[in-house]
T-cell receptor, first 113, second 111 residues
């Protein structure tokens, strides 16, 4: 069966520090991969999605970037964190080609202080 | 106007009650509709997935889609305290990789 791993679960970082969140999927090949952010009491905002290695689409211009160095690995990064980057970050995957059903990781709560 | 509207709640009901959760949407191109359940500080979990108008039942859960009214619902029968969570509706055109989520309804089932 397919599983998705996301870490760390909680992260506290100072303003201006770099960020790297990693996500890996097991049990499937060539999945679509996604990074979402969820602000408190709000819906999910799509940040990035990827349909293949090295292929990244950005939905919202911001202080973050994403990379997909391997088929089942998706990384969210920032060179310098802002206070506004705080939030709950979720990695997700979906099956190609349908793509409608998303399966989420357990999330990373990021606090930028 | 948001593409997907969802009452944030919180909705508080006694154990055993029937719960009705709803979303309205504005994009008539949406074809696929989903309900996710999210416990506090956890990732959303896919509960129901529907494509066509009508009802789909899975245990205590029933998903209903009315495309003519652009309205979807999730019914929970015999609600349990373990159903206490935030419920998110989501939808997509199908040709897009992008799901549009509602902001979620927080449900509290009182023992």
């Amino acid at each position: 069966s397919q599983t998705i791993h996301q870490w760390p679960a909680t992260l506290v970082q100072p303003v201006g520090s770099p960020l790297s969140l990693e996500c890996t999927v097991e049990g499937t090949s060539n999945p679509n991969l996604y990074w979402y952010r969820q602000a408190a009491g709000r819906g999910l905002q799509l940040l990035f999605y990827s349909v293949g290695i090295g292929q990244i689409s950005s939905e919202v211009p911001q202080n973050l970037s994403a990379s997909r160095p391997q088929d089942r690995q998706f990384i969210l990064s920032s060179k310098k964190l802002l206070l506004s980057d705080s939030g709950f970050y979720l990695c997700a995957w979906s099956v190609v080609p349908t793509g409608e059903k998303l399966f989420f990781g357990s999330g990373t709560q990021l606090s930028v202080l | 106007q948001k593409e997907v509207e969802q009452d944030p709640g919180p909705l508080s009901v006694p154990e055993g009650a029937i719960v009705s959760l709803n979303c309205t949407y504005s994009n008539s191109a949406f074809q696929y509709f989903m309900w996710y359940r999210q416990y506090s500080r956890k990732g959303p979990e896919l509960l129901m997935y529907t494509y066509s108008s009508g009802n789909k039942e899975d245990g205590r859960f029933t998903a209903q889609v009315d495309k003519s009214s652009k309205y979807i619902s999730l019914f929970i029968r015999d609600s349990q305290p373990s159903d206490s969570a935030t419920y998110l509706c989501a939808m997509t055109e199908g040709s897009s990789y992008k799901l549009i989520f509602g902001s979620g309804t927080r449900l509290l089932v009182r023992p």
